[in-house]
């Protein structure tokens, strides 16, 4: 069985930000959002190493504020509006391994944006990766509140017409089969994948089983909305973060 001894996690978090500008420095239930993803990583044991991986020295010197690593700056090409994030990725597992002198079983992807995980989620991710093989990687996943196959809809010809070919096969809300989202919050993938993949046909050529996260607490802040609507989960007290409790007794 393939082992998973050494996990590299990789919080990707760039200077510009044209949705929400300054995003990942934002105060966020009262530290800076990137701050959460950095303290969350700490509490994971699976996780070998964690880095931050930033075009942004005040971002970097941010991480470090709260325990975090930024060992290099991502140059300017991987850092613009349409830079690949698997590129990124494949950037920061290439100098971490070269950093570290070792060669990393599991590249894991925690973006900033989404800092609702809990610790549980990465042990039972990495449990399943470990499950299974001959799988590529696990992805983050969340079933909607309502079902995309009978409720998603477009324009065609003038009229509306169902998204799902097969909608109108089913009469029943409990006949429609379970659908689920990629959600953001993790991406757990085998570093042989990483180093051997385009990010264009990561999603086609890979193997991918599902890691289910409650849809509540599977968040991805893009906008200012989202970024209040995430904040007012946690201030009031429907999103419970274990970091957050632990860095206000220090």
Known sequence: MKRLDTVLAVIPARGGSKGLPGKNLKPFAGLPLIAHTVLFAKMC???????????????????????GDAPFLRPRELAQDDSPL????????????????????????LDP??????????????????????ADGIIGVSRPDFSPIWHCVMEQHGWMADFHPDASRYTRRQELPVVHRINGSLYLWRSEFVRSRDEQTWRRMGRHLMYEIPDLRAMSIDTAEEFARAELLVTGGLIMLPWLAESRTR
Do not use: K, M, N
């Open 113 to 134: 944006t989404s800092p609702a995980r809990e610790p549980s989620d990465i042990s039972g991710a990495l449990r399943r990766l470990h499950q299974h093989p001959d």
């Open 45 to 67: 044991p699976g996780i070998t190493h964690s880095i931050v991986s930033t075009d942004s020295a005040e971002i970097a010197e941010v991480a470090r504020q709260f325990g």
């Open 86 to 109: 698997w590129v990124v990725l494949q950037h920061a597992l290439e100098q971490a391994e070269r950093q570290d002198a070792i060669r990393y079983d599991a590249v894991l992807l």
